[in-house]
């Protein structure tokens, strides 16, 4: 074994060091010998031996004493513990997203739930003793050093743990911490995930879970979890099922469909260096594009011949009645002109009637007051050389402006 002085972590019984191990890199356990004693050696061993599982840290080798100190060679996690994750995220390498948080707490509860199967309780779960993968965002529970069997309501250990992740019977009646216990402390561990808040521990309730979880997954699951009464406390093997339920639906919602996952997937390196056709430049002809046998046929210099050509009859153009133009001299209006003219909007209205070629005579028909914004048809019946014509006036406004104006005869009798 190469030794080294990276320092993982500190604990009461010992240090934790990065180390080589058979051509691999460990975590070595180092603990004073005379900090524990050989039955709990051999119970820390039996528990790594039977929570062999992916979300469990592994035990790589034989436990030895070197230099007054017990050397435990333990599977080295390449990430960073969870109470990194959550509460430190500046200097987190992993990013919460829906599906990492999935992975995370799909992990933590397979592990535990393995742990429970086997009568082993943890004792001691918090975020420093779950490490995440860097790589595959893998939650690995660690530090089975406190961990117990718990057979038929009999301990192999003394009850020991963090406080700020004991269950409300063990603060508060010194329960002897069990399997109920330890879903409470995961409980609270996938609220303040989902949270990233520390939470009171006297706070955590299902109220409260409801509070920081409100429209998160997993929000009812954890309420059954921090139930405080133990007896009404959700068993992992009774939620396992739904907890795995939840993180598919998650997984599916978070995935994209396979057709946009083949868009945003990059081109491999055959499509890559496959030459794509090129379009036409004007300025690098690519010879004749067009068929010579499609083009129509060349006809002389001349051009088409006019006189073939058919003349499209232009409709019959009514001269205005009265004076064309504009009147060279300025004609004094009469008092009922200058009355419909400020009624219908002032000179804004005379004048564009003057700009469309208007005759003043014409506005004698159209309403004394004509609207701001509007359509107004007017309709006169006149006699001209013995026959009666019927005439339609149009009138459209906009902002107190004329924008149209037609005078056409619509019958002649």
Same mark, same amino acid.
């Given at each position: 074994?190469? #030794? ?37 050696? %051999? ?14 840290? @592994? ?10 100190? #017990? ?11 969870? %109470? ?99 879903? #409470?402390?995961?409980? !609270? ?13 006297? $706070? ?39 907890? +795995? ?24 390196? %055959? ?20 068929? +010579? ?5 060349? +006809? ?63 506005? !004698?028909?159209?309403?004394? $007051? ?20 019927? #005439? %339609? ?10 924008? @149209? ?9």
């Amino acid at each position: 074994m190469a #030794w080294s002085t990276a320092t993982l972590a500190k604990g009461c019984f010992g240090k934790v060091y990065r180390q080589q191990y058979k051509g691999t890199w460990a975590a070595v356990k180092k603990v004073p010998q005379h900090l524990i004693d050989r039955k709990d050696l %051999e119970r820390e061993c039996e528990v790594y031996n039977k929570a062999e599982h992916p979300n469990i840290v @592994k035990l790589l080798g034989n436990i030895t004493l070197t230099d007054g100190k #017990w050397i435990i060679p333990l599977e080295f996690i390449f990430g960073e513990d969870l %109470e990194t994750t959550i509460f430190q995220s500046a200097k987190s390498k992993i990013q919460l997203t829906p599906s990492t948080k999935v992975t995370i707490v799909s992990g933590m509860c397979e592990g535990l739930m393995h742990l429970h199967l086997n009568d082993i309780v943890h004792q001691d779960l918090k975020p420093e003793n779950i490490m995440v993968e860097h790589t595959t965002n893998r939650a690995v529970i660690i530090d089975l050093g406190l961990a117990k069997f718990f057979r038929h309501g009999l301990n192999s250990a003394i009850d020991m743990g963090n406080e700020a992740y004991s269950a409300p019977e063990v603060l508060r009646w010194r329960s002897q911490r069990n399997q109920r216990s330890d879903v #409470w402390a995961m409980g !609270k561990i996938i609220a303040e995930l989902y949270a990233r808040v520390r939470l009171h521990t006297p $706070s955590v309730c299902p109220a409260k879970v409801k509070e920081v979880m409100q429209g998160q997954p997993y929000c009812d699951i954890v309420c059954k979890m921090v139930e405080p009464d133990p007896g009404k406390r959700a068993a992992m093997v009774s939620i396992i099922d739904e907890i +795995r339920v939840t993180g598919r639906t998650v997984r599916e919602s978070s995935t994209p469909p396979k057709n946009v996952q083949n868009l945003l997937k990059p081109p491999s390196r %055959e499509q890559a260096a496959r030459p794509r056709p090129r379009s036409a430049s004007p300025m690098k002809p690519r010879g004749n594009l067009i068929d +010579r046998n499609q083009l129509p046929e060349k +006809r002389d210099n001349k051009g088409p011949d006019l006189l073939k050509w058919e003349r499209t009859p232009r409709p019959e153009i009514k001269p205005l009645r009265g004076h064309m133009g504009l009147p060279k001299h300025p004609v004094t209006k009469p008092a009922e002109n200058r009355n419909r003219q400020e009624a219908a909007g002032g000179t804004d209205i005379t004048a564009q009637l003057m700009k469309l070629k208007l005759n003043h005579e014409a506005a !004698k028909d159209l309403p004394s $007051s004509l609207p701001q914004t509007g359509k107004v048809k007017v309709q006169r019946v006149e006699r001209k050389n013995g026959k009666l014509e019927t #005439w %339609e006036q149009t009138v459209v406004t906009q902002d107190g402006k004329i924008i @149209k104006y037609d005078d056409v005869m619509i019958s002649s009798t």
